[in-house]
């Protein structure tokens, strides 16, 4: 089993920036695939951005050019850089990690920002 811990959400105003942090509790060995969703209220789950074990990301298109995901493999961890944030970018962000066995989620962590 693997845990996601996330943080780094909370309140910044529009065109403000901030940084998403989520540390697994161990290494994966082999392809898989860490990222990030979000959910605003009374919306589904949508992607936000990923990327594989080999580097690859995948990004929604709102999100291009705004949010930049990285990972340090050595430290077990994805990070989401979140700049010029909008009032629609409001909700609960989730980190997750799947393997061709198992798909895990963090406990999330919200992100509001104020118009």
């Known amino acids: 089993q693997v845990q996601l811990v996330e943080s780094g959400g909370g309140l910044v105003q529009a065109g403000g920036s901030l940084r998403l942090s989520c540390v697994a509790s161990?290494?994966?060995?082999?392809?898989?695939?860490m990222g990030w969703y979000r959910q605003a209220p009374g919306k589904q789950r949508e992607l936000v951005a990923t990327m594989s074990s080999g580097g690859i990301t995948n990004y929604a298109d709102s999100m291009k050019g705004r949010f930049t995901i990285s990972r340090d493999s050595a430290k077990n961890t994805v990070s989401l850089q979140m700049n010029n944030l909008k009032p629609e970018d409001t909700a609960v962000y989730y980190c997750r990690e799947t393997t061709s066995r198992n798909d895990y989620w963090g406990q999330g962590t919200q992100v509001t920002v104020s118009s």
């Open positions: 161990r290494r994966i060995v082999g392809i898989n695939v």
